[in-house]
Structure formats: C-alpha cells, structure tokens
C-alpha cells in the first residue's frame, strides 16, 4: 500500500503554549488534525471558564487563513477547585479538566496535592458530562522515576475508576505494559492516549551513547519490553486506545541546558509518524480507527467528515525551525528519515 485515505484525525492531547509560540504550534497542529484537545498548564494555569475561554481566543487569532481548526478546552484542577468551577466550565463549553499531581512534569508546580479532598471534584465532572484527564505519575522522590506510572495505578487509579463508575477517564500518555493492560481491562469509560514518541521510542534512544534532550519527555521513555506492549495494544484496533501526541514545545536552549525542559515537539510530524509506526506493525487498516474514530467516539463527539491522504514519499524532519521571535527549536525526530508524507 502506498497511500492511505482516512477521515480527518483529531490530536486528544497537545500543548499550544501561548503568545509567540501560538503562530508556530497552531498551525503545525492545523495542517492535519481537524480538533485538538488543549492542555491548560500555562503559567498561570488555566484553572476556570474565564481564562479557558480567554485562551481559546487566542488559539483561534493564531489559526491559519482559512482553516476550520477547533481547540477543545480543558480547565486545570487544583486542590482549590471547586464543584461549581466544574459547573461553569460546563456552561463555557469546557470538555474536560485535567489532572496533574503536584510536580509530575512541566508547569505542574499548582497541581494537585491532595487527591483524595477531589473526589466531589470528580462526581461534579461525571454530573455534568465533563472528562477527566489524568497525568498518571506519582511524585514520591523515594520511588523510582521508571516505576511511577505504575505506582499511580497502584495507589490512586483503581480507586478513581471504582469510586466514580459514571466518570469518564483518559489515561493520558501510557508509558508501560502495566498502564495498557490496566486501560484494556478497566470498565467502560475508561481509555489511554498514546505519543508517537512512546511507540517509536525507549530509554536507549535517550541515554545510549549520550544524553538526547530531544528524546526526553514526561513520563520518561520506558524498556524496550514497554514499547512494545503499546505497539501491540495500537496493532489490536481496541478502541480504548487513541492518538494524543503531547506535542510539548521548547526553544532550543531550553532543552540543551544543565536542567533541560521536558516534552517532545512532534506537531511537525505526528501523523506521518504514527502512520509510520502502523506500517512497521502491518496494521495500516487500524490507523484511521486509532487517529480519526475512537477518540471522538469516547469523547461522545462527531466523526469528522473531512479526508485526508498519506503517501508512502520519504521525507526528513528538519534539524531546526525558527519561532517568532528568532529562537531555535528542535522537532521531534529532527534530522531523521519519515516513510510517509501528508499529500496536499
């Protein structure tokens, strides 16, 4: 097969950023993907209706001419929200609120401390038909930053997806076997987005041979043995399983520092790649159900009724582009051969 038709996909979780970064991220993400699920860990974070909507308009000043691309917003929980900043989220048009514990990852630092004090949180978003998002990751320094992710199914997941059964939940970019065979066996409403990233990548592509910053991401790439098990849950067709790139932009200098930002900017690439990993795996007639179908169908959102076309043309990621404002970033797989490319 040297090309591929599928209805137009959806990005069910990425980072934007804001001000400057906008007209470069908005754009990249535009190209491809119809809808994008926005994270809100800006600083200050978006935490309620208002600054969800001040931020969406931003989003939308920076859409190329012409394009009909939609952010989908989210609201970032605090172990101050409230069940009626759930309620006016919902009258905003908020989709879903995010979870971070306090620390996990980039901008995380007004994350969650007490996840116990949420869980009328958690009831509020499941009344009024809200998702939540959850960055699954302990923060105990005592416990192994390879082994986080399936401490957090430990300590925390079970009780969320039992103590609140109506509660939708994304596990958003599972890292381990642990976290694929918990999202596959969990009841209905319970589902995983997967990076392209963590399905193209291990921990030898970021430390072998030298440190790559451009490799690093939170959670972490994991073994060899992990990756794997998320090829084979995307290679199942399960509909539990959908695209979120956690495009994640950094200039440059900020990655190659003596305490280099986490995140991967994939929005350059990510179809291509995903369509790339579905090749390798012989599964090309799963790509479109995991990019285009089972993220909207869980999220109780339209299919998209646009196409777009892959080729089988190879193409190189640049080494480099220039922001805005004249700084260097790196994108994901920079330098790097891809097998196909989005047909104009």
Not at 89 to 109: C, E, I
Not at 162 to 171: D, G, M, Q, S
Not at 229 to 250: C, E, I, N, Y
Not at 266 to 293: I, P
Request: with cysteine; aromatic share 8%.
């Amino acid at each position: 097969m040297n090309e591929i038709t599928i209805i137009k996909p959806d990005d069910w979780h990425l980072h934007f950023r804001d001000e400057d970064m906008l007209l470069e991220t908005v754009p990249a993400t535009a190209r491809c993907f119809a809808r994008a699920v926005v994270m809100p860990n800006l600083v200050p974070p978006v935490i309620n209706a208002e600054l969800a909507l001040s931020y969406k308009e931003r989003i939308m000043a920076a859409r190329p001419e012409g394009s009909s691309f939609t952010p989908l917003m989210t609201i970032y929980l605090t172990d101050k929200t409230s069940v009626q900043d759930i309620q006016e989220a919902k009258k905003a048009g908020v989709l879903a609120a995010k979870m971070y514990p306090a620390g996990a990852t980039t901008n995380s630092d007004s994350g969650v401390n007490s996840l116990e004090s949420l869980y009328p949180v958690f009831e509020a978003l499941a009344d009024n038909d809200m998702l939540l998002l959850i960055h699954g990751e302990v923060t105990q320094k005592h416990i192994d930053i390879f082994d986080r992710e399936k401490a957090f199914i430990d300590q925390h997941m079970v009780n969320i997806v039992e103590r609140v059964p109506h509660l939708k939940v994304v596990f958003e970019h599972i890292t381990t076997k642990d976290a694929a065979d918990f999202v596959l066996n969990a009841r209905e409403g319970v589902a995983a987005t997967i990076t392209p990233q963590h399905l193209l990548l291990n921990r030898n592509d970021m430390l072998d041979g030298g440190i790559r910053p451009h490799n690093y991401c939170l959670p972490v790439l994991k073994r060899s043995t992990h990756q794997e098990a998320l090829r084979a849950a995307v290679q199942s067709g399960s509909p539990k399983f959908f695209l979120g790139t956690d495009s994640a932009p950094h200039a440059k200098h900020r990655k190659e520092s003596d305490c280099g930002c986490a995140g991967c900017y994939s929005a350059w690439s990510a179809l291509e790649l995903y369509a790339q990993v579905f090749d390798e795996l012989d599964a090309l007639d799963k790509l479109e159900g995991f990019a285009s179908l089972h993220g909207a169908d869980f999220y109780g959102l339209p299919r998209n009724t646009q196409t777009v076309t892959l080729i089988r043309e190879p193409w190189e990621v640049p080494n480099s582009i220039t922001l805005p404002n004249g700084e260097p970033i790196v994108p994901f797989f920079a330098g790097k051969p891809v097998a196909w490319k989005l047909k104009k």
